[in-house]
């Protein structure tokens, strides 16, 4: 097994106090951000900030699915999604750049050994980059 890792960023135009608290709100903002490769989207605790639950459906390929439940966890400068069903973990970080911010969304997970391993950590990074990027385009156009 290999660490796979899947990483994007922008910029946004608002401050990263301001970019943090949406990634973190998971009642009003993130639904209303997320692409359409993720479905049954659901708050199962709290639903903003630490300590929430969320859980999902992530449709990474015509053929994969994976059921995430994610344990939510804020810092001053991050929000990090760890799955229950999985290794995965995404980070949202969010940094200041000039007047706005720079966020890096960034997943790994321990991905399958052998020929499958091999193909998932050369394609599943691509994939995962658009999906990333499709939902930091749609958080930019929410808040920036």
């Known amino acids: 097994m290999a660490q796979v890792t899947a990483s994007v960023d922008v910029t946004i135009a608002a401050p990263p ?11 009003d903002v993130r639904p209303a951000i997320l692409p359409e490769a993720y ?39 991050a929000v990090v999604e760890s799955d229950r069903n999985s290794t995965m973990v995404t980070t949202f970080s969010v940094a200041p750049d000039g007047a706005g911010s720079k966020v890096t969304a960034r997943t790994t997970w321990e991905g399958a050994g052998g020929i499958g391993g091999f193909f998932e950590k050369t394609f599943a990074p691509i994939g995962l980059g658009r999906i990333h990027g499709e939902l930091l385009s749609n958080l930019a156009a929410r808040v920036g």
């Open 39 to 77: 479905s049954a989207y659901d708050v199962l605790e709290n639903g903003t900030g630490d300590g929430t639950v969320v859980t999902w459906q992530l449709q990474a390929t015509k053929k994969r699915v994976r059921h995430v439940v994610a344990d939510v966890a804020v810092t001053t400068d």
């Open 17 to 27: 106090a301001d970019v943090l608290a949406a990634l973190a709100d998971y009642v």
